[in-house]
């Protein structure tokens, strides 16, 4: 069966009775070389244990199938289970797993299943919940690699440089964790039903170590929130006003910093920031937070 032909792809949904669910973010691609060029950008082999979120009917589980030691794919729609059952059947190193990702033992799930392997993530994730399933994956440190296809608007955001619209709290999150890098594109045509919006594919290469010394991450990142909420601010009164914490302290600090004190937030690198949170955690450590 090809499961990215739509003909076909229609018909076995409706042989199983299946309706898509908008609120899941269900999006099934209808391009054969978008599957393809994902787990080929993936770096996986047969000592690499994928965890795929949101197989779907399975079209990009059958390409890792085909590349990875083993796969795990977390679908939360049990509709599609009969589903999976059948355009799986001849994937001997697949396991399915029914639930939501955002409830799942991450760490559990990498030691039960992918002992020996090298643990990746890759797949096309459900746009509604982007953000929350990243930040997981991310912060969690379990995956080596993660590669997945999201919303261009949130792909450029994670990949921004600083002094841009797109440049916020989210792209230091990642760039913090990993290493960047915006693949391609793809466009709404590649999918039924056909999103509004157009596609990236992304890949986050874990760091070894963060890409600078900071004496208290967690501040640096209370730091870096409060700069983006009120990104129209200047970085001294966002801050101050955010962390309750004198204004001539903060001014002080960003001078010492080298910078500019009528300076937004959205120009520091992650550098400067951990520099910033540094001098903060010196000096003020019962004031912050
Ligand atoms: N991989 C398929 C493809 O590329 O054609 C489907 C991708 S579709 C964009 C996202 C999939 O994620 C859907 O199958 C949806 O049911 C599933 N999903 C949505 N929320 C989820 C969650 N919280 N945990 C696991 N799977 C979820």
Known sequence: MNLTDINEIRALLDR??????????????????????????????????????????????????????????????????????????????????????????????????????????CANLPYNVTSPVLTELITSGLFESITVMIQREVAQRICARENTADYGAFTLLCQWYCETYKLFDVPPSCFIPQPKVTSSVIKLKKRKSPPIAVLDEEQMFKIIRAAFNQRRKTLVNALSSAMGIDKVFVQNAVVSCGLDERVRGEVLDIVKFAQLSDIFTKNVPENVG
């Open 16 to 121: 199983h009775g299946f309706r898509f669910s908008k609120s899941l973010g269900q999006n099934f691609l209808t391009a054969a070389w978008v599957p393809e060029q994902i787990a080929d950008s993936a770096g996986i082999d047969k000592n690499t244990g994928v965890l795929e979120i949101g197989p779907g009917i399975g079209c990009l589980t059958k390409q890792l199938s085909m590349r990875a030691g083993k796969v795990v794919a977390v679908e939360l729609d049990s509709a599609l289970k009969p589903v999976l059952k059948e355009t799986l059947a001849d994937c001997d190193n697949v396991e399915t797993v029914f639930g939501d990702v955002l409830k799942t033992d991450l760490k559990a799930l990498v030691e039960e299943k992918f002992t020996g392997l090298r643990p990746v993530v």
